[in-house]
């Protein structure tokens, strides 16, 4: 089941414009498990790490996050 984009990601990913291209460019499956990578945070210091680690390694051409067992929610 697909998550939703929380509104923090989006303003993030929306804020970058080579982010945005490459979130546009990647598949649904990969834009999901982004989106869980980020909210399975515990703590909200972590959730907002995530988001600013996430984008760095989507700016770098990063089509997932790595070295995640991925969505346990699949």
């Not at 990578?37 to 770098?60: C, F, N, Q």
Request: aromatic letters at 6%; charged letters at 25%.
């Amino acid at each position: 089941m697909p998550h939703k984009l929380p509104l923090d990601f989006r303003a993030a990913i929306d804020a970058d414009a080579i982010v945005k291209n490459m979130w546009a460019d990647i598949t649904p499956l990969a834009r999901n498990e982004w989106i869980c990578w980020v909210t399975s945070a515990k703590k909200a210091e972590t959730r907002a790490h995530r988001i600013v680690v996430g984008l760095d390694k989507m700016r770098s051409g990063m089509r997932r996050p790595c070295c995640w067992a991925g969505c346990p929610h699949r």
